[in-house]
């Protein structure tokens, strides 16, 4: 199953953390907003303020925390690589269990099993989403595209005869 083309690994890493940081911090800044404006005193004024501080405060916090996770994902989906020597839908699901539980090793043996349950799944059913709807896209173009290398079947161009210019 051949994937979308990617960056090489080093340059991956820092990708994926880039756009972990920029989701977390888009996404993180929509939610703080909500709460801020709903959590603020009555008042245009003071309900905008509020959003307004909630965003400073927590939406770096909160892109941060996506950046953590997204580098560590992708250092581990990397490594997978190299050492499997394949890429497949088995290092990310592998690779979202590690990342879980190396997040979660501060609280303890209990918690690391549960966050590694937790990111296995997730990821095992994200990439079974990705492959049933690549699986779905190609049956409904069973053939691909047709291409030809016959000229006669080229639209006119309105700038003359292309056959001048080989």
Known sequence: MEEYVRDPCPWRIVDDCGGAFTMGAIGGGIFQAIKGFRNSPVGVNHRLRGSLTAIKTRAPQLGGSFAVW???????????????????????????????????????????????????ILLALIEGAGILLTRFASTQFPNGPQFSDDASQLSPSPFGDYRQYQ
């Not at 990342?99 to 043996?109: C, D, F, W």
């Not at 918690?111 to 937790?118: C, D, E, F, L, T």
């Open 70 to 120: 997204g580098g560590l994902f992708s250092m581990i989906d990397c490594s997978m690589v190299q050492v499997r020597g394949k890429e497949d839908p088995w290092n990310s699901i592998t690779s979202g269990a590690l990342t879980g539980a190396i997040l979660a090793s501060r609280n303890g043996p209990v918690a690391m099993v549960g966050s590694a349950a937790m990111g296995g």
